[in-house]
């Protein structure tokens, strides 16, 4: 038995501009990591380095651009690395419906917990990210 991770928001965004922000390293490094590499593409690896204690990869598992990207990981702690997260978008009136999983999590532990909760806050960072400009420093975000 696996535990999943589920968040749906609407961002006043095209679905262009949400995709660059949940896809390209210049963007995800405003809401989300320290410092990122990678391209969007089709297996390709990804950085996501938090510290140098959480300095993790995964490869892009699933790809149609402006509208999905998964990411499975590859190298992270025992609680992540079976796992794989997906940002999938669709038109919504005058924006774009995100709808965001993070599955294959081993355990509801507290570790699981702790990050749906972080996945929230940083989703709303990314919102207010594309609609208002704002970046949260680094050291803010939970």
């Known amino acids: 038995m696996s535990f999943n991770i589920y968040h749906n928001l609407i961002?006043?965004?095209s679905q262009k501009e949400v995709f660059d922000a949940v896809s390209k390293p210049e963007h995800l490094d405003n809401w989300w990591s320290l410092k990122s590499t990678g391209t969007p593409e089709l297996e390709a690896e990804y950085n996501l380095n938090f510290t140098e204690?959480?300095?993790w990869f995964c490869k892009v598992s699933k790809i149609e651009p402006d509208s999905i990207i998964a990411f499975k990981m590859t190298v992270?702690?025992?609680d992540w690395n079976p796992t794989t997260f997906q940002f999938?978008?669709?038109p919504y009136k005058e924006g774009t419906m995100l709808k965001f999983s993070h599955v294959n999590w081993?355990?509801?532990n507290d570790h699981f917990k702790y990050s749906s909760f972080c996945w929230a806050m940083l989703l709303?960072?990314?919102k207010n990210?594309?609609?208002k400009g704002i970046i949260v420093p680094f050291e803010e975000r939970n």
Do not use: F, M, Q
């Open 129 to 131: 990210y594309l609609e």
């Open 53 to 55: 204690e959480y300095n």
């Open 76 to 78: 992270s702690d025992k």
């Open 106 to 108: 081993p355990e509801a």
């Open 11 to 13: 961002i006043n965004a």
């Open 88 to 90: 999938e978008l669709e």
């Open 124 to 126: 709303n960072g990314l």
